[in-house]
DNA sequence: CAGAATCCAACTGGATACTG
DNA sequence: CAGTATCCAGTTGGATTCTG
């Protein structure tokens, strides 16, 4: 009988790095657009919407570095430059729609249980940003 | 036939929710020595060994509302507090042990991946820390 | 077009001290 | 024991400006 738990512990390292790559806040997104096959820098910016052109090349990077896509560069006036998932990054696909199916089926029981804990305590209410508060506040008196 | 990237694209909202509770530094590691049953707070801090008083008790309190962990307590001196998974909690492991599956198993190409990509761009290496590195250069001058 | 560089606000997590 | 309250460093992500 082997300690299961421990096990789990030790097993739960990979899936903390995984979760650091793809916890990233559109690294998900991004993968799902690239589902569709190649697309271009400004393309996928314009399907996000919303992300900016920084954070989108920082995360292309990663995900690049992590052999997740490939990045192909045309030189031309003006450059070409098309992403494409990687045969490992359609296959991390496969875990994450489980996720997302997971996601998706629970979502009401997760709000549930929120509004049932935003109920018993009142005060913890929805994330308070005193930030505004205060300075109405500063502005009332 | 309907348009299956924008699906996709649409399901990923619920996605990104979870991956942001989820995605903590800890979240994964505290759901699984809590399966092994009830735990109380100093047990789980003792057993991941690393974690702030803070962030444990952040990271616990979120969990419990969103349903994933009971919080009871047993007033005594000293306080008796014990935190044990919820039947949505138990289900989430499922989910997430597809993905340390897919982490574990997939761990070499990622860690692969990258030595092809500091191979091919040497100047990306180990993240530079150049807060450091520059202080040097201005002794050094 | 596809970025690189810079500046900055917001958030995360750790260390420490104090309490019922 | 199980927190709460502060303070603080490091990181993330957005806005803006500039370039091959």
Redesign the interface.
């Known amino acids: 009988m082997k300690p ?2 421990h096990e ?2 030790n ?2 390292r ?6 650091n790559q ?2 990233g ?1 559109w690294t ?2 991004i993968i ?2 690239l ?2 096959g190649s697309m271009r820098f400004s393309e996928i910016k314009r ?1 996000i919407g919303g992300i900016s052109q920084k954070v989108l090349t920082a995360t292309l990077r990663d995900l ?5 896509l490939t990045r192909t560069v045309t030189p031309s006036i003006p450059p070409h430059v098309s992403y494409e998932l990687t045969d ?1 990054g359609r ?2 696909q ?3 729609h ?7 089926n ?2 009401p ?2 709000l ?3 509004g ?2 935003f109920a018993a305590h009142p005060e ?1 209410m929805p994330k308070r940003k005193p930030r505004i508060a205060s300075a109405l506040r500063v502005a009332a008196e």
Do not use: Q
Request: proline residues 4%.
């Open positions: 299961i738990a789990i512990t097993d739960c990979p899936v903390g790095e995984i979760l793809i916890g806040k998900v997104l799902n657009v589902s569709g399907e690049e570095m992590d052999g997740f490992l296959d991390l496969k875990p994450l489980v996720l997302g199916a997971w996601a998706v629970n979502r029981k997760v549930e249980a929120r049932r804990y913890a």
